[in-house]
């Protein structure tokens, strides 16, 4: 949580995953540490809103496909594709997509 009082409603509103739809993101969804402090917060909101922001470890991410033969058969490259033309979904750190047969995704 932000510390009360904390002025920009905005980082508090995200710091506790109260985004109106447009802006909610995966960044609201994932968690981050300090470097600094060793505290872990929530999402990188409620870092920044505990004055916290400026040290924070890297996080690793990676991308899962369902179908592995969508690069080799089809030339789709995955990780493009899904961010561009996906849809996250909110609280599951994950973006869906549907492909249509015989129509070529644009990359």
Known sequence: RCPHGYQDQNTVAKCM???IPADYTYNLDIPV???GTGKVYVNIFCAICNNDGDSLHQQEVSIHCDNQDLQTQCGLDTL??????????KN?????TTLTPGVAPNN
């Open 17 to 19: 995953k109260q985004a």
């Open 92 to 96: 599951e750190l994950r973006w869906d």
């Open 33 to 35: 540490s300090s470097i």
């Open 80 to 89: 493009t594709y899904l961010i561009r033309n996906g849809t996250y979904v």
